[in-house]
């Protein structure tokens, strides 16, 4: 499994401070991700080859690939959790060494600690950072607000349903007001419903975010309606097969982007992108030597 | 931003909801509360189901009990109500107090030792390889001897005075809370540690927030199972150095053949270890309030 942390990877290892002091030094380049000639191999073979990828402050881009194509690696990579093979992965202008303070992940896994309240799980990062403490009050409730968890605080993770979760997975990322968020699947593991909720209040909130967004997905829908820019990457090895932008305007809904023309247009060219390989994992060999 | 999730998550609601009529469907904090009501009542009722049945099993062995001993040769059993007359007896001639009083005291000591020193290197052998690897050997081996076989070289060592009961006591104690912690913080969810990577966490910060809390179950489990071990080490320890306290009460009653004399000092104990047990769950429901 190419998407998992290598077993035993050292969770305890302190994070190097000084990779937060380069990123402070290069502020003018912000929320800029610049990949360049990126590759991974893990012991079953290579999972990233020659992966190039320039996004722009502000930009909100969604990868999108199905199993085992290594878009989690790239995320991972970013969020300097995962150690670069050959290349470069550089956040404002300054290489990956770690995980950087400018820098925060939503995990699909919601990622809260359990016996924190949602409060204390958003606090945490400030608290880390050594926050004043006013600052940190204001700053932690303003996250819980946006999200629209207010009211909810003082609750652990277990009283909260999965939307709640990752709603308070996402105030964490935003406390800390990084220029960078990477999301990893994270309305994968809610149900439709609840997941087609959680997007409409991303695009809401989106307006109001001037962070780089990239955003990884299973689902094609998933990635037209919310980003501004699609990565397909493909898999054996995991490359990049597409990069196309999004021409519906920001900002939009939900039933704006389902009625928008160029909907299923693009939802079809991206779909003809990934057939062969999704094909291919739902054991169809028929598919296969159709397409060959 | 809407919250359906929250309605959703209390699926008690909708037969209400659809017997009252839309029309009388109030805001979501009205619906909540009102599914909020129904659990806790239904909570309620089952716990006094759970102490109603208790109650039933106590009656129904007590009078078991009286039926069978009263049946019994006096020498082989004994009848509650005689048991209970000894008791009395033995609380008012023949020092129960201060046998007791002894035992409860060298138990303290010996467990709280054991206790502490077992929670501290679970969580080294747990958290660091290096640790396991230099101990990880004996505390196994011991582990898997029985402790009784010891206690005869302790007292060849260390005499028979209350220091020897305490350190047995606190060997009894210590294995098992070295291999139920050392398990907790392995078994430590590998998604929040990737967190705490991300986060930046230092070691300091690493042990606060995630191995400490995480591991606090599995302290309890240890203490709890300290308290089961630590009791046999207990009764061993002062049959053992006959030197006072409730397992000598026992030895020498059993030895003149007073059973009503040895029940009564097996009831006590037996007394002591639900308690104790009672008290540990005390302790971490206010420690962890997190962990049900």
Redesign the interface.
Known sequence: MPDK?PPGAP?????A?DA?DAADAADAAGGRIDCANVYKWFPGGIVLEDVSLTVETGQFVCIVGPSGCGKTTLLRMM???AEVDHGQVSIGGAPVT????RVA?V?Q?F?L????TVQRNVA??LH?ARTPRAEAESRVSDAIRT??LSGHEHK???QL????KQRAGLARALATAPDVLLMDEPFAA?DA??RE?LQE?LL?LRARLRQTIVFITHSIDEAITLGDRIIVMGTRPGRIVRDVLVPIEQPRTIAQVRRHPAYAGLREEIWQQLRQSAAEQAGNPVEQAGEA | ??????R??GGQATASQLSAGPDTLGTREQIEAVIEQRLRQRSRRNRRMYLLIRVVSLIIVLAAWQYFGSKATPIVFDPLTRVLGALGDLFRHNGLGSALWYSVWTFAVGYLIGLVAGVVLGMLIG?YRRVEAGVGLYVYALYATPMVAIVPLLSIWLGFGVFTQEVIIALFVLFPCVVSVSYGVRNID??????????????A??WR??LL??T?PYIAAGAAQGVAMGLVGMFIAEIFTQLSGLGNLLETAAQTYHTDEALAVLLVIMALGVILRGLITLVQRRV?????
């Open positions: 942390a969770a305890a290892a302190p994070a401070p937060a969020a300097g959790l770690g995980p950087n303070r992940v995990f896994h990622g600690f359990p016996w924190k945490l990062p880390l999200v629209g652990y993770p277990a349903s999965g939307g709640m809610v419903q609840v909720v209040d809401a | 931003m809407s919250e359906p999730e929250g959703a998550a958290a590998g998604d929040l540690l990737e967190v705490a990577r991300s986060l930046r966490m230092g070691r910060s690493l927030h995630v809390p995480g606090v962890a309030p997190w962990a049900k």
